[in-house]
């Protein structure tokens, strides 16, 4: 491997190159787009295609590709190659301007919730210059939005863009309130965490559970979890830390800042963690880096799996995302500074945080519901589905003394002494980093915890970037009509907290005292599972905030609940087939193949010991033989529901009934199934189990 700052971004038509490829006007005029998110000017297109396509072919590419990110939940590309036909019978290699800015692939198998016609075909995808093109094997990959032949938004990046513009835009209001004339643009910054197991791929291909849905719909626990803890942050394991090593430098040379690897709790379970990027950047190179994941692991014999809950039992895996709002000029508008009580700028953008999280709680939960995320929230690993704000000791202090308008005195930093005269003192922290907690304030930005492993992060900042924005927009509104500006700044931080308080809570999120306390003493949302939740996007709040920022329109908002409650039904449809065709093609005859052995067993004891007991045998044998009996009933039970699931033509009513009845069928073959799992010799189980799964690699 070549040096580290060599390697970094060599696949990355980034900043560096584009200064020394471009001229001097044209590479101002792109980096005027970039930083202050301007519309770019259309003349500087084809100066930027030849620089791009020349440095791409240098690099070995032969195609290029528009890289979106349909509602699919994963990415997609159409490769065209650079040839063109030459006069004399040869080709040239060309790229335009045209082909820069806009593609015109085919949108008639992407989802769409209703917003074409099957037979309107047609789709564009347009150039974000915001996000650095980059090349993958022998292509030229240039992000971009997704839009359907109307207009209308069919993919994530798009929603995204606007709900950047949207916070930009009410942010900068506040900040010429507070005298800020040198900030030209305000941006979002995420640093999403991703988790993720690791498992021996020929032990994978063995389970139709994992290759069909990513997860194991059967499987008894191991004989040892992860009840020592002795794997979260353990030593990392030879296999896997060579996989390690390649994934980063793949992940390096596309620019992506991946910094911190370790395992996690779970056997099998590791994460890496990235540097913070622009929140749409960071989207981009967060569905890279799922991918790429994915690649590197097959090279190394493994299989990296996504899922939010691959395994009964042990825990699920997150993608926490750790969001802030900083300047242009390089301020963080969520540092407190050393004296956060007197720091009236970051308080009430503090306050706008608290507000937007109270105010579109169901939004955050929504924006995370997948089949998947059902299995994980609540279990005692991850936040419960109740969505509260996590502030820490001295920040909710500073709160109370400004809501009963009464002094804050502060206290010095506690000193952390360690007992042990070598170990260096150090400052204690203002705040914990609460692991229960789904949003939780973490020193300068806030982590939310609740988004699944196998999401885009796009949904999640949607959301939250939209519903910032129209806290900071009511804000300046009243701000910038106020008779006494401090006056009314004063009252409006008290005011939020004031109303808004019921969000804080700095206890423990797992304890069941805690939910009981949300829903019913607080009134906060416990949206347990994807049809509960999706159903709250088309409420007037939610959709009048949407649209009043311009970040979706109404047929976008119909669309995508269409689309997120029909993709929940499929998974779980899926899983349901899977299960079925597992028990009848694989458990059910290894089962009935071992009590057929067992019953020949018996004989021939009998055969050789007369009026041998054969206790073991004939109890394992009678215990066996109702279990398969109840595996079959249970089977053809769930095959029934199924049907009758399948047969809803109502995405929302399909959604309850897939809830309320479907699950529970599938729990009830699974124990049957699982049960006799513990009973059937090894050498006769049809699949790998979750002991061969999680301690294989």
């Not at 960071?282 to 691959?310: F, R, S, Y």
């Not at 969001?323 to 407190?336: F, M, Q, R």
């Not at 009464?406 to 010095?412: K, L, R």
């Not at 170990?423 to 988004?451: I, V, W, Y």
Request: proline share 4%; net charge negative.
């Amino acid at each position: 491997m070549k040096q580290l700052p060599e390697t970094f971004g060599s696949l990355v038509f980034d900043d560096r190159v584009m200064k020394a490829m471009l001229p001097a006007k044209i590479y101002q005029s792109l980096r005027h787009t970039i930083d202050e998110n301007v519309s770019l000017d259309p003349s500087v297109a084809n100066a930027v295609a030849a620089a791009m396509k020349e440095w791409a072919v240098k690099n070995g590419a032969t195609h290029f590709t528009h890289w979106f990110q349909p509602l699919t939940g994963i990415t997609a590309e159409k490769h065209d190659s650079f040839i063109s036909p030459a006069p004399d019978g040869g080709v040239i290699m060309e790229f335009s301007g045209k082909e820069l800015i806009q593609g015109e692939p085919d949108a008639s198998s992407f989802p769409s919730g209703g917003l074409r016609a099957t037979f309107e075909a047609r789709g564009y995808t347009a150039w974000d210059p915001t996000s650095y093109a980059f090349i993958k094997g022998k292509t030229l990959c240039i992000p971009t939005a997704f839009c359907a032949y109307g207009g209308e938004a069919l993919d994530k990046k798009t929603p995204l863009l606007r709900s950047m513009q949207a916070l930009n835009r009410q942010a900068m209001r506040i900040l010429k309130l507070f005298g800020n004339t040198d900030v030209k643009c305000v941006k979002t910054s995420v640093g999403p965490e991703q988790e993720y197991f690791l498992i021996d791929r020929e032990l994978y291909k063995q389970r139709k559970d994992l290759v069909f849905t990513g997860r194991t719909l059967f499987g008894a626990p191991a004989p040892k979890g992860q009840e020592l803890d002795d794997h979260y942050f353990g030593v990392i394991k030879p296999r896997v830390q060579a996989y390690m090593e390649e994934l980063n430098e793949e992940l390096w040379k596309l620019g992506i800042l991946a910094k911190t690897e370790h395992n996690e709790v779970a056997p099998s379970q590791h994460e890496l963690a990235p540097i913070y990027t622009s929140t749409n950047v960071a989207a981009d190179h967060n569905q890279l880096t799922m991918e790429i994941m994915q690649k590197v692991a097959l090279k190394h014999g493994l299989v990296c799996l996504l899922h939010e809950k691959p395994f009964a039992g042990v825990n699920g895996s997150g993608k926490h995302n750790n969001w802030s709002i900083a300047t242009d000029t390089g301020v963080n508008l969520l540092s407190p500074g050393e004296t956060p009580y007197e720091n009236a700028q970051f308080l009430l953008f503090l306050c706008a945080v608290i507000k937007a999280v109270d105010d579109y709680q169901d939004l955050l939960r929504i924006a995370v519901a997948t089949a998947g995320n059902d299995h994980r929230l609540g279990a005692n690993e991850a936040p419960p589905a109740v969505v509260s704000i996590f502030l820490g000791d001295e920040l909710t202090a500073i709160l109370e003394a400004i809501e009963k308008d009464e002094p804050y005195s502060g206290a010095e930093k506690e000193t952390l002494r360690l007992g042990v005269h070598a170990l260096p003192k150090f400052k204690k922290d203002a705040t914990d980093r609460n692991r229960t907690s789904p949003f939780a304030f973490t020193g300068n930005k806030f982590e939310f915890r609740m988004l699944g492993s196998a999401n885009s992060i796009s949904c999640t900042n949607i959301m939250l970037n939209a519903a910032v924005a129209e806290s900071l927009r009511i804000y300046a509104d009243r701000l910038e009509t106020a008779d006494d500006f401090e006056t009314a700044l004063h009252e409006m931080i008290r005011k939020t907290i004031k109303d808004h308080k019921r969000i804080l809570f700095n206890g423990n999120g797992y304890d069941d005292a805690w939910i009981k306390e949300a829903t019913e003493e607080r009134g906060l949302c416990n949206l347990r599972t994807t049809p509960d939740a999706i159903p709250h996007l088309l409420d007037k709040k939610n959709m009048e905030m949407l649209i009043s920022n311009k970040v979706f329109t109404e047929a976008e908002l119909r669309s995508r609940h269409e689309i997120t409650l029909e993709n929940y039904n499929k998974a779980v449809l899926i899983e349901a087939n899977t299960m079925a065709d597992m028990a009848r093609r694989e458990i059910l005859p290894a089962v009935s193949g071992y009590c057929g052995k067992l019953a020949a067993a018996v004989a021939a004891k009998k055969a050789v010991l007369p009026g041998a007991a054969c206790g073991y045998e004939t109890e394992t044998l009678a215990s066996l033989g109702e279990l398969t009996d109840t595996i079959a009933q249970r089977t053809a039970e769930l095959e029934a529901v199924t049907a009758k699931c399948r047969a809803i033509d109502d995405v929302a009513e399909q959604g309850f009934a897939i809830r309320d009845a479907l699950l529970s069928a599938m729990d009830a073959l699974r124990e049957g199934c699982d049960k006799a799992e513990t009973m059937t010799a090894k050498e006769d189980w049809p699949f790998p189990t979750y002991g061969d799964l999680l301690f294989g690699v």
